[in-house]
Every structure is written in structure tokens, then in C-alpha cells.
């Protein structure tokens, strides 16, 4: 067992904790891995690794390693480690996992350039935006101030934004097979860092295994991959080629163009792949990012109390919010900001790996190594932040309330596979947050009080709590 623990941690490499025979450290990941990673990282340094049984991975903890990594060697940490589980999921194509390469560079670009040009064919896309939140605020208004889980509802809207860039139609909120859909993309985003999944990737065979929830990973894979072939066909119909009315019109094209071209990355598979992890990478993001800060605002009435009267002075009751509104609410901004830090949405980021071997502080790192970004630590850096434990969105103010930009703010990650969709999901956050608060005031039935513990996965979200949403009198 010795010789191979030696030969898991390779010469130079940065040191961990124990790992136990066979399984390395990968109990140690089963509760809060983030918070565990933070901790370790005050025993090891900021740049320690980790035994996920078999192979290791290194963990960036703290803004200055981060920093040190994804953006001073932007080029040598921008892979994605071709670990069991995602090799099954996507042959590391697509565009959210593909490997860095000619592959990732195409696929990025085609998507960057559909959310630029789809997002705004016809009208702006903040314009199209504001259109969903006259949806999500009749829906909510339909509760009358009744308690309701607003899982469902934020999932619904949010995820139309990326439905109008990609198939070019919103879906309505009864639209069940989409839901449904959604519902267990998202269970899978959840079960991709279970013990199961990482026991996956370091003991394939246990594919065989008749139980585990990696079973059920796969089969809800199945399905997410057979609903999006098919949805796919289907707004494909009527395509005329140099006329694409959306992104799946867009990469049809472009692989109709490469037909014949030995090494073109592009291929059906690739595209349902990459409409799978758009959708996914702009649903669960967001919408975690709105129930949290719906949460708080019901949580601390002070600060809910403060939008209030930001947007009542900004907007009065009628006018519509508009980006242009942005600079003039600096404590909204402030608001979403500190959700953005204190919630942690994506707490390790998404799994990166090296590209050729390099040397940071000292450590050697071989190529291939995986490497977890903890963006959770960035945001909980003593070292950048007073008392990060406290919700305080003041801490993105001046002394004279304007809204202050802050270094170690990290939550779309860094460098070259840093969050494609930040722009957008920036303007959804304030537009959906503003048109409901405009008309809302946020509390939790009389006498509860919600859990602030986070549902682990991939991603934080809360656990489903209700909230009643009353019309204001202004
Ligand atoms: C990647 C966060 C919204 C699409 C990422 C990463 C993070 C992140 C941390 C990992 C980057 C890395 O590898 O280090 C967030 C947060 C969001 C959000 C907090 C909302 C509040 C969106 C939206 C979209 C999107 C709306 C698109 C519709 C992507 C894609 C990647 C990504 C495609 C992979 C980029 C690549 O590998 O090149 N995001 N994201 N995200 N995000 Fe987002």
C-alpha cells in the first residue's frame, strides 16, 4: 500500500492530508468538501492535494493562489481532467467539459457569438428578458401573497432566457417534459461530486455494480440525452441554411459547412452535448443565485427594506427596470453581489486540469493533473474580506454608497474557461430581481423560519423552503 500512495503523490507534488488505503481522502468530500478544502489549506498551504483514490488532484484554495494559477499560467490550467465519469458522460467534447483544444476554442466561439447575435435578433435581449419577468411576476401575483415554493417558478423563467437563445421560443411554465427534464439534469448536477461519482472515477468497474447512485446518474443521462436529440429535431425543421434563426440553426450550419473536413469537432452528439451544458450551466446557476437572495431578502427585512426604497426613488411604481437603471442602484448591486460571495453558487468551480507540466510555488505539477479551484475559499479569504461569516452587502459600498468592485470576487471563476454566460446571467440577476421586488415584499409564513444549510452538489442551493410574496402599496 505504501509503494502506491508513493507513486499516487508524485515527486515534488504539494502535500495533503492522509489518505486512508485504497480510497485516498474521498470520505473526507462526503459532508461540505469546500469547507473541509479550506481547512486542510490552513494545515498545508494554500496549494495542497488530495487522494481520490488512485490518482490526485491538487486544490487552489485562497484569491492569491487562484490568481497565481488561472491567471498568470492562464494557458497550463485551462484543460478538464478526462476523469471515468465525464469521459462517459461526454467523451470530453462538447463545450462545458470538452479538452482544451481546437474543440473547446470552436465551441465557445459558436456559443459566444449565438448569445451575442441570437440574444439580441429583433429586440434587445434585455427587452426579451423584461418580457419573462412580466411572466415570472403574474405567476407569482397568482399565489396572492400565499406561501409557495418558488423553486419551480424561478427554474421555469430563468431557463427560458437560454430557450430563446438556443431554440428560439420560450416554453410555458406547464410545459411538464422540459420540466421534468430540467429536474433530473439538475439531480445529476447534484450527484457528479456524491462519493458515488468519485468512487466512479476511481474504480470504473463499479459501472457492473447493479446499485449505486452512479446507476442513477447514468440513466437520468439517458434521458436528458434522448430528450434533447429529440427536442433538437424538432426546431431544426425549416432550417435554410445562412438564415439560422437560433443556435441549434447555427451549428447546423456549421457542421453542414465542415462535412467532409477530417478534424472538425463538430458532430450531432457534440451538439447535444453543448445544448445540454448551456442549458444546464445557465439554469441551475441562476436560479440558486435568485432563491438565495429571495431567501435573504425575507431573512433580513432591513436590507430588503433598503432596495425598496432605492427602487421606489430609481423607479417609482410604474417604470420598468432597465440595465441603463444599473448604475443608479448601487445598493441592489451591492445585494446580488454579496448573495453572489456569500452563497457560493458554484463553490469549487468546475473541475480544471494541466496542460503540461509546470512549477508553482515550488511544486511540481505533471500534465493531466486535476485541479479543483475552491471559489468558495476566494470568497471567505481573510485576507481580502472583514468577517466574511456575515451577509453584509455593505461590504461592496463606499462611504459615500457607491457601489465598489472587489478583487477577490470570484463567483464566474478565472482565465480562459472562466463562466461563458457571465454577461448574461449579470443581466438576468438584476432585471428578475428588480421587476420582482419592485412589486413584492418578501417574508416567510408567520412562525418559520427556513434552513440557510445548502443542498450539496456541483452547485449550492437552498433546500425548498416557502415565502409569501405580497403586494407593496406605494
Ligand atoms: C463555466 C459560474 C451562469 C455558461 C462556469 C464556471 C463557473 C460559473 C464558476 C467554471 C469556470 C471554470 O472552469 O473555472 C456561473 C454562475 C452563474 C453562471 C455563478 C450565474 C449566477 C451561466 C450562464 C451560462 C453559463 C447564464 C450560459 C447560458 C457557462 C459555460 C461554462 C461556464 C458554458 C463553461 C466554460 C468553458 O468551459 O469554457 N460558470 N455561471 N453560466 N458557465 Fe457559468
Known sequence: IRQLVKQRRPRGFPPGPSPIPVIGNIMS???????????????????????????????????????????????????????PLFMKMTKMGGLLNAKFGNGWIEHRQLAS???????????????????ECMFFVDAIDKHKGKPFNPKHLVTNAVSNITNLII????????????????????????????????????FPWIEYLPFGKHQKLFRNAAKVYNFLEQIIRRFSKGRVCNFPRHYIDDYLNKLDKCAGDLGTPYSRENLIYSVGELIIAGTETTTNTLRWAMLYMALYPNIQEKVHMELDSVLGSEKSP?????????????????????????????????TQDTLVSGYNIPKGTMVITNLYSVHFDEKY??????????????????????????????????CLGEHLARMEMFLFFTTMLQRFHLQFPPGTVPSLTPKLGMTLQPLPYSICAVRRQQ
Not at 457569438?113 to 418580457?131: A, H, T, V
Not at 410545459?175 to 476511481?202: K, P, R, T
Not at 448601487?330 to 480544471?352: M, S, T
Open 29 to 83: 468530500l462526503a459532508t461540505e468538501p469546500h469547507v473541509f478544502m479550506k481547512k486542510q489549506s490552513e494545515i498545508h498551504g494554500q496549494i495542497f492535494s488530495l487522494d481520490l483514490g488512485g490518482y490526485s488532484a491538487v486544490v487552489l484554495n485562497g484569491y492569491d493562489a487562484i490568481r497565481e494559477c488561472l491567471y498568470h499560467q492562464a494557458d497550463v490550467f485551462s484543460d478538464r481532467p478526462s476523469l
Open 113 to 131: 457569438n449565438s448569445f451575442r447575435y441570437f440574444g439580441s435578433f429583433q429586440k434587445p435581449i434585455d427587452q426579451k428578458i423584461l418580457e
Open 167 to 202: 431554440f428560439g421560443e420560450r416554453f410555458t411554465y406547464d410545459n411538464c417534459d422540459f420540466q421534468h427534464m430540467i429536474e433530473i439534469f439538475s439531480e445529476n448536477v447534484e450527484l457528479a461530486v456524491s462519493g458515488w461519482a468519485f468512487l466512479y472515477n476511481a
Open 322 to 354: 432597465s440595465l441603463a437603471d444599473k448604475k443608479r442602484m448601487p445598493y441592489v448591486e451591492a445585494v446580488l453581489h454579496e448573495v453572489l460571495r456569500f452563497c457560493n453558487i458554484v463553490p469549487l468551480g468546475i473541475f480544471r486540469a494541466t
Open 385 to 418: 474580506w472583514c468577517d466574511p461569516g456575515t451577509f453584509s452587502p455593505h461590504r461592496f459600498l463606499d462611504s459615500n454608497g457607491n457601489f465598489v468592485r472587489r478583487e477577490a470576487f470570484l463567483p464566474f471563476s478565472l482565465g480562459k474557461r472562466h
